[in-house]
């Protein structure tokens, strides 16, 4: 019996033996000198660590400051005069010949045709002209002084080019962007909000051109600049839930105005009607809209015409923002646009910079053709 018990003894030793060895040769010796003591390093792995260190927070971007309304009026004279004093310059040397005969005021006629005024305004403008000069004479009126109060009549200063930023009843203003792809009208938005947030009003935008993924990015980004809050939702979101979850976060966080940039898709008159009539419908279950601005691009000439006439027939277009003014001669757009429309020009883009939109200035608009 006692042999038995020394024989199971010695297999349980030899057993605990192996089993030491096994878990040894898992594991890496590594022997430093400290203190005659041996260091075991941990086995090395591949996994990750259970807790991995919290990654350092990135900075927040510096918000930009946008540039105030009387600083952007100044550089609307300077750019225009720049860009439109050619056909100011025109019209002064054919006005100031000795002899206005026939080919004089039909070379007139042509130089205001080619600025884009249109037939209507253009007739009328060179009838005033004759009759005034004819009647007043130079001695009284230099040719200058009577060519700038009847252009400044025919961009009319009587017409209202406030925007409508401001709700009712506590609620926020909404302004409704509308226009072609192309125009310009999503840069147009967020050089918008730069003009708010310079006149302190807080800001939400609303991402509602759901069909191009670079539009609602591009958004994002106009936002950010400036800490303006965006709503967004992934490509392809019906745009009048877009826009009415845009209003509501207005509504709900006590916003001043809120500005929706829609699809600028002109396939066809039907479609576009009931797409941007859906979207105005939406959003008036949360506020009122206040402003519907048709963004055109100055360059356009009559095509920017035939777009303006579509876009007046689906929506109440209350104003117009004139985009790359500052690249054509063609200033006569302001006028055959209100003309057609009935609808003043309420903003002007004069460059890419962020803050190269400002308010229309008849009369500045003017001395810039004029040089």
Not at 56 to 70: G, H, R, V
Not at 124 to 147: H, M, Q
Not at 247 to 264: N, R
Not at 282 to 307: C, R, S, Y
């Amino acid at each position: 019996m006692g042999e038995w018990l020394f024989l199971i003894i010695g297999i349980a030793v030899v057993g605990a033996l192996a089993l030491v060895g096994l878990l040894a040769s898992g594991r890496r010796r590594k022997v430093e000198p400290r203190g005659g003591t041996d260091v075991i390093a941990p086995p090395e792995t591949t996994e990750a660590p259970a807790e991995a260190e919290a990654p350092a927070e990135a900075e927040a971007p510096e918000l930009e400051t946008p540039e105030s309304t009387a600083s952007r009026l100044v550089r609307l004279r300077q750019r225009l005069s720049r860009s439109q004093g050619a056909l100011g310059k025109g019209l002064l040397a054919l006005l100031s010949r000795e002899r206005l005969d026939e080919d004089t005021w039909e070379s007139i006629e042509d130089t205001l045709l080619t600025a884009d005024i249109g037939v209507g305004p253009t007739q009328e403008l060179v009838e005033k002209l004759r009759t005034r000069l004819r009647v007043e004479g130079a001695e009284s009126a230099s040719p200058r002084d009577v060519l700038r109060e009847e252009l400044v009549a025919l961009v009319d200063p009587t017409m209202d080019r406030r925007l409508a930023v401001t709700g009712a009843d506590g609620k926020p203003g909404v302004l409704l962007v509308v226009g072609v792809n192309g125009a310009g009208k999503t840069t147009t938005v967020g050089k918008i909000s730069r003009i708010l947030v310079a006149d302190e009003r807080k800001v939400v935008l609303g991402a509602a051109d759901t069909f191009r993924a670079a539009a609602v990015e591009q958004l994002a980004t106009w936002g950010e600049r400036v800490g303006v809050d965006v709503v967004r939702r992934p490509e392809g979101t019906d745009p009048a839930s877009v826009a009415f979850d845009a209003v509501k976060e207005g509504v709900d966080t006590g916003a001043d105005t809120v500005v929706i940039d829609t699809a600028g898709r002109l396939q066809n008159k039907a479609g576009l009607m009931d797409e941007l009539g859906k979207v105005k419908r939406v959003i008036e279950k949360q506020a009122p809209v206040t402003e519907v601005l048709l963004v055109l691009d100055a360059t356009t000439g009559q095509n920017g015409m035939i777009q303006a006439r579509v876009f007046s027939e689906v929506v109440d277009v209350s104003g117009i923002v004139l985009t790359k003014l500052d690249g054509s001669a063609k200033g006569g757009i302001v006028v055959a646009v209100q003309r057609e429309l009935g609808v003043p020009v309420k903003l002007v883009g004069l460059g890419e910079g962020a803050d190269d939109l400002a308010p229309f200035d008849p009369e500045a608009f003017v001395d810039a053709l004029l040089g």
